[in-house]
């Protein structure tokens, strides 16, 4: 991608001599959102030439920029993609915070001008860790909690949704005695099925920090983990990163899931390269982190329970709201769950494996035909100059 600096205004677009690094791969902007609040533009020009994909990532670092007054500009030209492929992420982004201030035409090229004024919110805590646990397992409670308290990181906020008698346990009170506990009493009923979404949304009632780390008391972080988040990628809608089971096999990180016709109807999910980047790309529940600031005030379905895809509903409301996924496959957590690894039928490991393994019979295939038809034309030119007739 291509940017201008002209005193207080950056432009973006085709035809401009200096660059900036992104890693498109990862979805990641925290360069761009470095170089906006390092220059504090007044002024903001985006060029419809700028592929859709360059174009939301721009519009999501404005959004988790320290820029709270400044005019935005599309420029639009002869050749350009549609205006409307623009304008709906900038409107469901900004919302009531976006004003219009009117079009004008300059030798054929349409400039629409926005105002954008905004109020960031504000948290005490950079970072909060939320582990879910009914408080049965103590020993795999204190083994998530001796992982996040490794991570020593200063003004974190750490709770435990759980059971309220959690509050009087030892673990709480001396070992781990910064820890909050949030009762979750409130979210049971008569249904026999576990609330996860109410008790996920427990988090929202109250957030006291800008980055929200969600995980299950099966979850282990890894060393230095919280390090690398807030250094290396501060900036994001929603995060995720490596997620091993026994330390070696892969358990659900980066993985797509596609829908062939309804919402849940023949659902394919299916495991993702490291280094592939696919629209599909989806965060399994039992580790996610979010950024409060994108969070928006959407919550879980309080309708769904465990095992309903409360998480797969969460994450593609959120990207219907021009959320991006980021995956950073520097960072990594372990997770105790292993009954994916028995490569059974259904399984989306087997997919993986499966589909590779197709891929490598079809190159198998068309290589084989390639062979296969550079001999017959080979024998077929022999034949052609042993009897003397002319090549056609």
């Known amino acids: ?8 205004r950056i432009s973006f677009g085709s035809g401009i001599s200096a660059s900036i690094d992104v890693d498109w791969s990862n979805s990641q902007f925290s360069d761009i959102v470095r170089l906006l609040d390092r220059h504090r533009p007044h002024v903001v020009s985006i060029r419809c030439s700028v592929p859709v994909k360059s174009h939301l990532l ?15 500009r599309m420029v639009h030209g ?3 993609l549609p205006f409307e492929d623009f304008i709906v992420p900038l409107c469901k982004t900004f919302g009531s915070e976006m004003t219009g201030m009117g079009h004008k035409t300059e030798k054929g090229v349409m400039i629409s001008r926005y105002r954008i004024r905004r109020n960031l919110p504000s948290h005490p805590h950079p970072i909060g860790f939320y582990v879910m646990t009914n408080g049965k397992d103590i020993a795999k409670l204190d083994a998530t909690l001796k992982t996040i308290a490794d991570q020593s990181i200063p003004n974190a906020d750490i709770a435990v949704v759980g059971p309220a008698a959690l509050r009087e346990h030892p673990l709480i009170q001396e070992k781990y005695s910064g820890t909050r506990v949030i009762p979750d009493e409130g979210i049971y009923s008569s249904d026999k099925r576990m609330p996860l979404s109410r008790k996920k949304n427990l988090v929202f009632n109250e957030i006291r920090a800008e980055r929200l780390v969600i995980l299950h008391d099966r979850i282990r972080l890894g060393p230095g983990f919280a390090k690398r988040l807030l250094e290396t990628s501060p900036w994001f809608d929603l995060y995720t990163c490596r997620l091993t089971a026994s330390g070696t096999h892969r358990y ?7 829908f062939d016709s309804y919402y849940n109807l023949r659902k394919r999910h299916y495991y993702l390269d490291y280094r592939e980047d696919n629209i599909d790309q989806q965060i399994d529940g039992g580790f996610f982190v979010l950024h409060a600031r994108a969070l928006q005030g959407d919550r879980f379905d309080d309708r769904l329970h465990w095992g309903e895809m409360e998480d797969l509903d969460f994450v593609l409301r959120r990207k219907l709201e021009f959320n991006l996924v980021t995956f950073d496959p520097g ?6 769950f292993t009954n994916h690894f028995s490569l059974k039928e259904g399984s989306p490991l087997r997919t993986y494996y499966k589909s590779r ?6 190159g198998y295939w068309i290589v084989r035909g390639i062979a296969r038809a550079r001999v017959w034309k ?3 030119l022999g034949t052609t100059l042993q009897s003397g007739r002319p090549r056609t």
Do not use: C, I
């Open 1 to 8: 991608m291509k940017y201008r600096l002209s005193e207080r």
């Open 78 to 80: 002869p050749g350009h």
């Open 378 to 380: 080979t024998r077929r």
């Open 331 to 336: 960072n990594q957590v372990e997770s105790l």
């Open 252 to 258: 659900l990180d980066k993985f797509g899931v596609r």
């Open 58 to 72: 721009l519009v999501r670092a404005l959004f988790h920029s320290a820029l709270t007054d400044f005019e935005l």
């Open 357 to 362: 393994v197709r891929r490598w019979k079809l």
